[in-house]
């Protein structure tokens, strides 16, 4: 007790992962199919990784860019512009070491000690964690179920913002739930933000992973030039490169030596090796993205059909991101269910405590998987269903 006491109440109380709980519970167990975490099961293609191994092979192992190598930025650039056809600069963008980072720096360039961020929950807990250990105080405005589909309340977020707001994180399509804004909705959060002259984060990392068009409603879409909105993004889910670590953030150009410090003042960069990589991943790598988008489409539809099929469970397909966020009659606490289900049925899935209190009475499902194995799966979790409960 005599170290911890030495340490920031922040540092002692950053709360510990409810989803790396349940890997760590059966770590080294055969057979267990792993939904928990929020990742596909796809190496990272052969190109993206010649790229790297060809710059290690060159000597790539210096110092570099802080703000990224000038082509990668440029390519995100254009990237950007195809995407939301929209002009964009590659002064715009700045090359992170992955998108927690992204996410960081940004909370750090807005808010402080005694600041307040609002978000929506249930909620990827590491937001909310982040803010809290540089003394900010993360507020949740919770979403609200409605027949396994998730609604924004607009008044809520409005309510929640305060004289002590810095910021408004706003995460679509969301993990966990899948709850995707609609441009309307992005429209009024937008103009909450201006009204209360409040920065917007805009964690957009899914917005590829949407059922109902090549990509999900984004603030690219309303936004003015002179919003402040820093968009967060990594490589990690389009390109199958979670291990990469390698992200973004696109903001507005004049913030651009205060981001670029922030970066130095932490990771001074990233390797060039890993961004030859990325700038492969753009230049090459649409097919494969389209590819895995149209997997997990199907992945989606066979997961929630088995499931519902119980008539026990309450879920509708996720308009976006690639997580079934559920519930089943007869469950109350999740985290206990996540480890039944584990040693029962062979199933790994992260409780929805790990996700915050809007979330206890639900189970997320990474359903971005080879299909076999996620009907292996749903089969799975649908017979332990009719054997337990």
């Known amino acids: 007790m005599l170290h911890l006491s030495r340490l920031r109440a922040e540092a002692r109380n950053a709360p510990p992962s409810g989803i790396v709980a349940v890997m760590q519970h059966a770590f080294g167990r055969e057979g267990v199919l792993p939904m ?26 210096f110092y570099t860019h802080q703000r990224g190598l000038p082509e990668l930025r440029q390519a995100l650039a254009g990237y950007v512009e195809r995407l939301y056809g929209r002009p964009q600069s590659a002064d715009r963008f700045f090359v992170t070491g992955s998108g927690m980072q992204a996410i960081q720096i940004s909370i750090a ?67 966990p739930t899948g709850w995707t804004a609609s441009e309307d909705e992005l429209r009024a959060i937008l103009h909450i933000a201006r009204e209360t002259n409040t920065a917007i984060i805009a964690d957009e990392i899914y917005s590829r992973f949407f059922y109902a068009g090549t990509r999900a409603p ?8 002179d919003d402040t909105i820093l968009f967060v ?38 390797a060039v090796f890993m961004q030859r990589a990325a700038l492969a991943a753009l230049q090459e790598g649409e097919s494969f993205v389209e ?8 992945a989606r539809n066979i997961f929630a059909d088995r499931l519902l099929a119980t008539n026990r469970v309450a ?40 996700f915050g209190p809007v979330g206890t009475q639900f189970l997320r499902a990474c359903f971005h998987r080879r299909l076999d194995e996620v009907e292996m799966a749903a089969d799975r979790i649908a017979g332990w269903i009719g054997r337990t409960l």
């Open 315 to 354: 879920l509708t397909p996720p308009a976006g991101a690639f997580y079934a966020f559920f519930s089943i009659d007869g469950v109350e606490d999740t985290r206990a269910a996540a480890f039944r289900i584990v040693d029962e049925a062979g199933v790994g899935l992260a409780p929805g405590t790990a």
């Open 291 to 298: 590819e895995q988008i149209a997997r997990a489409h199907r």
């Open 109 to 175: 360039a807005l808010a402080g000690a005694g600041d307040e961020v609002v978000y929506f929950g249930p909620a990827w807990p590491n937001f909310a964690a982040a803010a809290g250990l540089i003394g900010a105080k993360p507020v949740e405005v919770a979403l609200r179920p409605e027949d396994g589909a998730w609604h924004l309340d607009l008044d809520k977020v409005r309510d929640a913002v305060s004289a002590m707001t810095r910021a408004i994180f706003v995460n679509t399509p969301a993990n």
């Open 218 to 225: 984004s603030f690219h879409d309303v936004m003015a030039e």
């Open 36 to 61: 928990w975490a929020g990742e596909g099961d796809l190496s990272t293609p052969d190109f993206i990784a010649r790229a790297a191994s060809e710059s290690l092979a060159k000597g790539e192992t």
């Open 233 to 270: 993004n990594s490589f990690s889910k389009n390109w199958a490169m979670t291990g990469w670590r390698v992200g973004w953030i696109e903001a507005p150009a004049e913030l651009d030596e205060v981001l670029a410090n922030l970066i130095q003042y932490s990771t001074s960069g990233v």
